[in-house]
């Protein structure tokens, strides 16, 4: 069989072997519906409350506060819906969000919606909070924990912090944080939206931290105290909190703490390889899984995926979504750098891999660099 090397955690993160098991355990031990009133459903419903006592320890919340939903995209459409009846004043939306994030914010904030600025390094832009907010202070503030494209890492704290002060709500997309860095202290957020497949969990389960009055918009059942109806998929939740338990092991074991190490060495080689390649957001703190690598200019974004695909690399462009799409990213517009889109290569490992697979992708990078390919003349 072909052997790929998967680089491409930040897309979705293959299940891991914690979560396959105690999903497998779950079918078998909790097959009713927790909504039903005998002893099996009883049995679900305690095995999806257990799962959502120990999310909220987590993150530092009340377990009343977390809904289950089908993943991040729903967790945020339902906020940013929500907040848009409930709020007086615009939505500040921090300029490299999520396009789920963006679309939803055009959808319900049309017209009552700012974009908050980031730096050259992709980190919002504390002066302009700070002048706007002595201006016209926003309705709310919509900032994520950690960007999917460039790994950035934002000042999610300060900003909860300072929402919280001046009783402004605050929602933080934390899909790409979660099991990559602890989950402590995102219970302080008004809203926080995540999702199982980026840590290793199951595809289309999600949650969605909230502010008490929250009203979602999904009606139909009963379920989530009414908050969001639809059947709760209990093994995948119980799957995918038992791989955010393992992640957050993971990250306090010591044996791990070198863990940007393999990616660090990968760029210092594309750099010794060719003075014209970047790294995005490498002068600020950054997910250690993901290197943002902007290759010298005249090469095509299309092109160095397939080309690296054909050799064995899954990697990306950008963010999932916008993958194969021409559409230049937002992210690296947002920073100042407009039109390098194709030449971005994202590079996103995660807790399985190995340190040959950083070096692997290097030696085929750095000799595609020394011969000059897709070299525009
Ligand atoms: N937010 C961020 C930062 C993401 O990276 C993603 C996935 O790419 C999402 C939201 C959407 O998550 P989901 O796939 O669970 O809808």
Known sequence: METVRYLDYNATAPLCREAREAWLEAVERWPGNPSSPHRVG????RALEL????MASLLGCGAE????????????????????????????????EHPCLRAAAGRWFAGRCRVLPVDGSGV????????SWRETPPGAVAVMAANNETGVLQPWETMAARCRDEGVPFLCDAAQWLGKQPAAGLGLCDYVAGCAHKFGGVPGVGWLKVARGFRGYLVGGPQEEGRRAGTENVP???????????????LRDPVNGNRAEARDAFEARLREASGGVGILGADVPRLWNTSAVLMPPGDCR????VRLDREGFAVSTGSACSSGQEKPSHVLAAMGLDGSGERMIRVSGGWETEAGDWTALAGTLAGWLREGVGRVE
Do not use: Q
């Open 51 to 54: 799962a959502r006592e120990e």
């Open 302 to 305: 299309r092109r160095w995926v």
């Open 124 to 131: 919002i832009d504390g002066e302009w909070v700070e002048r």
């Open 42 to 45: 009883g049995r679900a419903e």
């Open 236 to 250: 995948g939740v119980v799957a995918s909190v038992a791989a955010l338990r393992a992640r957050e092991a993971w």
């Open 65 to 96: 506060e977390l809904i289950w939903t089908s993943g991040a995209t729903e967790s945020i459409n339902a906020a940013v819906h929500h907040l848009s009846g409930t709020i007086a004043g615009e939505l500040w939306v921090s300029a490299i």
